[in-house]
T-cell receptor
């Protein structure tokens, strides 16, 4: 099955950029996703990228995909305290099976 | 309107009891899931149903029994609760093969005392 790995913690200062990285093993992943989980809440889909794309930008969020290295990253520009949360990377195949990473806890310091 | 709703939000119960968690989605998705999130926030898939049929059943004690009366509902019944069952349980739904990812409920925090 697929393995999805992320570093567990990231701490940045307010206003800086945050980059959260993820590596996955299943090259048949069709879609790759980033989810955000705030304290006491469920996961919320932030953005996704199709496997034939290299980059997707959505306001302060930029997703980069290096398919050769099976590496996915999420960049958050001008990070705010409200961005403090756990971010999960996930890959999904056409058969619909998704695997989640262990989550990266982002702490934004004022 | 809540897309994926689960009840109850909190559940505190004694060891040995039997309890159920209910989940409903109004998104028209064909697939529903139960995930367990432990104290380290790691997410583990437990079950997945597609159009009422069980398609994923990970290594979960058989004290856990999912039931899907229709494709909009997936309930989780737990028998003989143990201390180690304490966790947050998330229901989610998706449309198989689509790009929209999963929609999660807000979770049920189960505490076994």
């Amino acid at each position: 099955g697929e393995d999805v790995e992320q570093s567990l913690f990231l701490s940045v200062r307010e206003g800086d950029s945050s980059v959260i990285n993820c590596t996955y093993t299943d090259s048949s992943s069709t879609y790759l996703y980033w989810y955000k989980q705030e304290p006491g809440a469920g996961l919320q889909l932030l953005t996704y990228i199709f496997s034939n794309m290299d980059m997707k930008q959505d306001q302060r969020l930029t997703v980069l995909l290096n398919k050769k290295d099976k590496h996915l990253s999420l960049r958050i520009a001008d990070t705010q305290t409200g961005d403090s949360a756990i971010y999960f990377c996930s890959g999904a195949t056409n058969a619909g099976k998704s695997t989640f990473g262990d989550g990266t806890t982002l702490t934004v310091k004022p | 309107d809540t897309a994926v709703s689960q009840t109850p939000k909190y559940l505190v119960t004694q060891m040995g009891n039997d309890k159920s968690i209910k989940c409903e989605q109004n998104l028209g998705h064909d697939t529903m899931y139960w995930y367990k999130q432990d104290s380290k926030k790691f997410l583990k898939i437990m079950f997945s149903y597609n159009n009422k049929e069980l398609i994923i059943n990970e290594t979960v004690p058989n004290r856990f029994s999912p039931k899907s009366p229709d494709k909009a509902h997936l309930n989780l019944h737990i028998n003989s609760l143990e201390l180690g069952d304490s966790a947050v349980y998330f229901c989610a739904s998706s449309q198989k093969g689509g790009p929209t990812g999963y929609t999660f409920g807000s979770g049920t925090r189960l505490t076994v005392v």
